[in-house]
């Protein structure tokens, strides 16, 4: 398999082969002999079938405190010093892949590496910017609710609908596009493994709860699933989550058996997932039986039996005296115009707001450690924006807007998943 992964979004997990979705990586204990001290990430693409390969450094815990220890002296470090360290050997890679650069006689962090004092400083500004853009939102509230009001599926909220359109499409997806067109923010650069933006953050004790910024996604024969909330409540128990997570088989198995079983159950689930996502689709149009659904489907009533069973143990729908309705956001080409609406709100809100708020935020910001080691703002702006745009999502869920992923009656929480079949981007 090609070990290439695009990334999107962030998403705390394994930096290997993954699909869609920006990631931060985790070197569990096992793997090195000592506790990594960094969490790192990228957005772009990278692939490790070239060397140096960015997972393949980072994963070095040497290397790890090298790069910290530069985002804590941003003054750099003299190369007579480096050449007697353990990380010595791998200073080619680190300057070839340009996370460190040579300042006559000195090393210094050449990416955004955000210390655990850095962190602290974004979230704590982040949050005054959160309630701000939050505002701004809330301003369009009577027009957005309006046309909530013509999404009329019984038995979806509409604040989910909200969630995911503004939280996720708008704020997200868009706001990422957008702070780049407005030279706001780095999206990549051409390096020896690839054609993207570093990042990295020193590991510490710091919850990620109700900081809705992470969006896991998939397209199964052109129907798209997302799961979006943040990144306490892991693993997610819904799609596309639940078929990234191959079942293991023993370790008395031989290794070209296994290998050959889970990739034959990888692409099992794969071919099976779109039946899921096309029941979903039907049940867009109202609720209907398990016949009825066969029928519509042309699946055997017995297979589509064990998929609503399935989709009724991830409460993504409901049944009541046998006839079956969609519990989450289902969006097609029906809810194009309502869809795309709410996303021209959201984009015009961001536009007035980041012209208005961005140079105040950005001057509050630069004594952060990559700024100070002269890495420019932009390159460390999708991290912060992550952290402003998930707790403006925090604010609008206590505001009522939205859907709240930590609601009593959600047995799955911290996130909330949505089916769709349309092109979602601000027009």
Known sequence: MN????????????????????????????DTPEQPVLQYSIVGSSSCETSPCYSGVMQDVAVQKFLLELANNPQGMHTEKAAALEVAAAIPDLLALQLIRLDEDLYRLNFALFTAADVDRIRQVSEVYARSLAAALLEQRKQIEGLLGEYNVPGVDPKAVAYFLLGCASLDWDG???????????????RPDGRYAPHAQERAEQTLKGIYWGSHNEIYDGIRATSFGDHHSLPRYMLPDVFWRIPGFPSSYPRTLKTALVNFVADSFALRAKEFLRIMLALREGEKSAEDLALTLSVEEGDTRVFLDVLLALEYISEHD?????????????????????????NQVMATWLSENYPRMKNELQDLGFTRAGVPFEDG?????????????????????????YAPDRTYQGAIPAIYTLELQAP
């Open 176 to 190: 990422l596009d957008l702070t780049a067109a407005m030279g706001y923010r780095k999206t990549s650069g051409e």
């Open 381 to 405: 702006y999708t991290m912060i924006w992550h952290y402003l745009f998930g707790l403006a999502n925090r604010e609008l869920v206590e505001g009522g807007l939205f859907a709240d992923p």
């Open 3 to 30: 070990r290439t992964a695009v990334f999107h979004a962030f998403i705390f997990a394994l930096l290997a082969i993954q699909p869609a979705g920006s990631v931060w990586a985790e070197q569990s204990a096992s």
């Open 322 to 346: 046998g006839l079956y309705r969609a519990r989450i956001p289902v969006l097609t080409a029906r809810d194009e115009v309502m869809a795309r609406s709410i996303l021209a709100i959201g």
